[in-house]
């Protein structure tokens, strides 16, 4: 599965490691997160990230 990073902070969403602090579980890809998901960091939209390689 691929990582994002947030433009605004550079926070990288690992969907191995989830998003715990947001109720996000491992395993759960960048595509499957809810359309309002916020960077835990810095409150960006999921619309802010790109892939990160």
């Given at each position: 599965m691929e990582r994002y990073k947030c433009s605004v902070c550079g926070f990288i969403y690992n969907?191995?490691?989830g998003d715990i602090?947001?109720?996000i579980e491992p395993g759960?890809?960048?595509s499957d997160l809810p359309s309002d998901y916020?960077?835990?960091v810095c409150?960006?939209?999921k619309d802010e990230f790109f892939v990160y390689d």
């Open positions: 969907p191995e490691e602090s947001s109720g759960i890809s960048f916020l960077c835990p409150g960006a939209g």
